[in-house]
């Protein structure tokens, strides 16, 4: 009895170690296209689900990935995002380039200075 207890143990343990191998850590580093600095805090991100990480402060990063996880996005304000396909790599660089995007308009509004209804011109005034 000991003895077929010991095995399903030994057994268990076995495939726990297993379950655990599965995982594997992905390396890298992020940089800038123009200018091949590195980008501190930039976050990255195993698609589709709530597993990520963000960069240090020179621009490394490690992120543990199951077999199944396929992709890594890499996103930062200013930049435009990027995603690499993990594959059988281990480690993982990546260039990310600025994104150019225009403001068609912007309303700066200061109140404190004058009254409201001078700044706006919305706010109607009706005397007798």
């Known amino acids: ?8 143990l030994s057994g268990l343990l076995l495939l ?3 379950a655990v191998a599965q995982e594997r850590t992905i390396t890298g580093t992020v940089t800038s296209a123009e200018n091949d600095e590195t980008i501190p805090g930039v976050t990255v991100m195993v698609k589709g689900t709530a597993r990520g990480t963000i ?3 020179n621009g490394f990063y490690t992120i543990q990935v199951n077999p199944a996880d396929s992709v890594l996005v890499y996103s930062f304000v200013g930049m435009e995002t990027e995603e690499r396909s ?14 150019i995007e225009r403001l068609s308009e912007v309303v700066v509004v200061g109140y404190g200075t004058e009254s409201r209804k001078l700044i706006t011109g919305a706010v109607g005034s009706v005397s007798s």
């Open 1 to 8: 009895m000991k003895q077929k207890i010991l095995f399903f």
């Open 86 to 99: 993990i594959g059988t790599r281990t480690n993982i660089d990546v260039s990310m380039k600025p994104s």
């Open 55 to 57: 960069t240090d402060i």
């Open 16 to 18: 726990s170690s297993f």
